[in-house]
């Protein structure tokens, strides 16, 4: 149980392009989703968290309008990268947390974006 | 502000041999959950324990153990008997028990590399 999907695994696009992320919760209602930055060789770094049918919270420094966040359900979470630029080039990572759970996040296995 | 110290950036062990993982973390909550997590070379993070800042239980599992010191605030994490699978960065991480705004604080990272 408690396993989170992320679509797609790796993305490639170009500069100046936007790129949507989506995670899904397969086997539970997730009331509360969280993204992470990673960079390489370097640590999750909470980008915003988003609660089902409310704006998200984004973290000092992360901008908002470039990092768009939706969680429209209880089991899916999309984060679109908007104008890409390379310096966006990272590992992204959502995790869920359950309904009724105040601490336990299932993590997603991630999705590498590259943009050229 | 939370924090989670871990001072190891890489640590190479020949197979076999025990190594443990160092942990430090502040915070000036009293309860609060701390976490261990492996993430291999796929990016996936994988669970690891977890552990409430009221129990200050040793844990055993396997080959792996877990020494929670309140009164250091320490939360270690050791290998016996290391094998290549378990070649990994090791996070760990805090987090508070706040109900929705909960978030977790992930340490630096520990990159493992066990060798035949």
């Known amino acids: 149980g408690a396993v989170v999907s992320q679509h797609p695994s790796w993305v490639i696009c170009k500069s100046g392009t936007s790129v949507k992320i989506e995670c899904r919760s397969l086997?539970?209602?997730?009331?509360?989703m969280f993204w992470y930055r990673q960079f390489p060789k370097q640590s999750l770094m909470l980008m915003a968290t988003?609660?089902?049918?409310?704006?998200?919270?984004?973290e000092q420094g992360v901008e908002k309008d470039k990092f768009l966040i939706n969680h429209a359900s209880l089991t899916l979470s999309t984060l679109t990268v908007t104008s890409a630029h390379p310096e966006d080039s990272s590992f992204y990572i959502c995790?869920?947390?359950?309904?009724?759970?105040?601490?336990?996040?299932?993590f997603g296995p991630g999705t590498r974006l590259t943009v050229t | 502000a939370q924090k989670v110290t871990q001072a190891q950036t890489e640590i190479s062990v020949v197979e076999k041999e025990d190594v443990t993982l160092d942990c430090v973390y502040e915070?000036?909550?009293?309860?609060?959950?701390l976490f261990w997590y492996k993430q291999p070379p796929s990016g996936e993070l994988v669970f690891l324990i977890r552990r409430n800042s009221f129990d200050e239980q040793n844990e055993i599992s396997g080959r792996y153990s877990w020494n929670f010191q309140k009164s250091t605030s320490s939360f270690n994490f050791t290998i016996t008997a290391s094998q290549v699978v378990d070649s990994a960065v090791y996070f760990c991480a805090l987090t508070q028990n706040t109900g929705t705004a909960s978030k977790l604080t992930f340490g630096t990272g520990t990159r493992l590399q066990v060798t035949l």
């Open positions: 988003s609660n089902e049918g409310s704006k998200a919270t984004y």
């Open positions: 995790s869920a947390r359950a309904q009724g759970y105040t601490y336990e996040q299932y």
């Open positions: 086997d539970f209602q997730a009331t509360t």
């Open positions: 915070t000036r909550d009293t309860t609060y959950y």
